[in-house]
């Protein structure tokens, strides 16, 4: 019941909205003449750095240990600055040829720095990442030049070099994948993996153009494409501008599936219908896409069934309709006062024209100095759903949707405005079909943690992929002992359609080979005794919907009273299951039937 009332009031508070921005954003100081604002995707760092460094470089983190304040040297503009992923040295490029290198110890900058040129006297640095520890990547517009940074002797040691001509890249940390782009459309795509001391040159592959122009020219930029992990596969996310003219149908996201042995192949296409600025994120293994000119936000969920397919590609139309971020205020220092600065509350531009976007699910406003993280809001998205077994569908693929599920759960039975029964068997399918995957690799671990203990981390989480999973006890406790205790307040037949649903529960348990907890029958028998639905009951125990057990047994026994009968229906139960023999000699004795007692034990 605590879970409906949480979620129904939170679906009061706004029901417009299913984006938001995180409540507490990272301030950093903003961009301005003196100030210039970077942001490290591998660390998730901000450095806010004041003229070229000489009055200081304040770094913000997700937490403390990522944040830190520092001076450097102003040796001219900052183009590009990371820390290594111990944070022991900061890679600062400020020219097109060199990169330098400051080494840090508790915190403190060394006051030596050392540099690195890169090869070629016509070569120029388009960017550069840390991919290790201390192991850094040059990219060039000539190719790439892998480099091992030692700090206690400020030096770098050459490690590999690739030739390939580059015009732009795109790196991911989480997949160690680095994307760039060569040719004259810029539409060749080589996708390179890193592993310490170690790079791999992926199957380049080709990105459909919608026009190419003439004279050819750099058609795929840097913004339109950037990478993203769906449901634990990488994949190239490829924002497709359609022409301009009568038959444009509107842009559309390409994804491209990266494969190790073979080119990446084009897997999905998201259709958005709109045309103009659009940004991506992902969130949750949803591709969410913000739209500039409309000011709204359209979610793509690639785990659902797509809305059509053609030579082995599926085309997606948003889950929801495009609606706007939830408004967001930002605390700002007000009027002067004698206590200080009076704070005030003022709206945030949404969609301004000042966001970068960054993966995963990064906004960052460079002007207002903000970074927030962008997230969905299940409970408001629920009602926007009308299809309840779609709506499952899409809240079994998300990670924090327990709470959301069971309250759908539980509204699927109110009366009044409940799912009919073969939707609810549906549903129930559903459910236990994840239920069943996680109990097998469940199975799977402890059988192999068994077999060989040292291989197997013991505190290894179990899994079922990347749903979640309602198990009986969930069902017990928060939908069918709720909407029970409800239905036992009311005078009308509602028992019969609980009744239904029980039984169509344990159906569904039962076809997916999952064994029926006790409480499950005992919730059916009492619920039917409530009712004095005894021949019901008599049906139920007689055609075995109900399976034998010493705990139902039990149950019938204390019936007696109310319903002679469940006497006898127990000791048959008890003599069914021929490992109680011990409890039906005590039943009977407990009656005062010593000879019945003894010929059971004779026979």
Known sequence: ???????????????????????????????????????????????????????????????????????????????????????????????????????????????????????????????FNWISGNEIIFITDHGLELYQVTAEKKTLRSLKTISIGINWFTFMNDSSLLLVSSSTLGNVLTPIHFKTGNVTKLPKFEVDLPVIPKPPKLCLLERDVTIA????????????????????????????????????????????????????????????????????????????????????????????????????????????????????????????????????????????????????????????????CRLIDFLLLRRESKKVILYVLQTALVPGQHCNLATIAKIFNKLNEVYRTYLAERHAHHAEEASSPKSSQSAARVSSGTRVVIDQSDMYTHVLTPVAERKARMKDSSHKFLVAVLVEYIRSLNQYQIPVQHFLYELVINTLVHHNCFYQLHQFLQYHVLSDSKPIACLLLSLESCYPPAYQLALDMLKRLTTANEAIIEVLLSKNQILAALRFLRS
Not at 290 to 316: R, W
């Open 1 to 127: 019941m605590q879970i409906c009332s949480w979620i129904s009031t939170k679906m009061a508070e706004d029901q417009s909205h299913y984006v938001e921005l995180s409540g507490n954003p990272i301030r950093f100081e903003p961009i301005s003449r003196q100030t210039n604002v970077f942001y490290d995707e591998v660390k998730r760092q901000v450095f806010a750095v004041r003229s070229g460094g000489a009055f200081g470089v304040v770094v913000k983190g997700t937490d403390e240990k990522t944040s830190t304040t520092f001076r450097m040297e102003d040796k001219g503009p900052v183009i590009s600055i990371k820390f290594s992923a111990d944070l022991r040295i900061l890679a600062v490029q400020r020219s097109q040829r060199t990169v330098e290198f400051i080494n840090f110890h508790s915190g403190s900058a060394d006051t030596t720095e050392y540099s690195q040129t890169c090869k070629g006297k016509t070569t120029k640095i388009n960017g």
């Open 229 to 388: 992990i769906l449901y634990s596969v990488i994949y190239v996310v490829v924002l497709r501008h359609q022409p301009r003219g009568p038959s444009n149908q509107g842009a559309e996201i390409v994804l491209y599936q990266v494969q190790r042995e073979s080119p990446a192949k084009k897997t999905d296409v998201l259709r958005l219908d709109m045309s103009g600025r659009f940004a991506v994120n992902v969130v949750d293994n949803l591709v969410v896409v913000h739209h500039q000119a409309s000011k709204t936000s359209m979610v793509f969920d690639i785990g659902l069934a797509p809305s059509e397919t053609d030579n082995n590609c599926n085309y997606h139309h948003p889950v929801l309709a495009p609606l706007p971020i939830k408004p967001v205020k930002l605390k700002v220092a007000g009027i002067p006062t004698q206590t200080g600065l009076e704070m005030r509350e003022v709206g945030v531009d949404l969609y301004s024209p000042n966001w970068v976007v960054f993966q995963p699910n990064i906004v960052i406003d460079a002007k207002l100095g903000c970074l927030w993280h962008i997230s969905l809001r299940l409970d408001a998205l629920v009602p926007m759903i009308p299809d309840k």
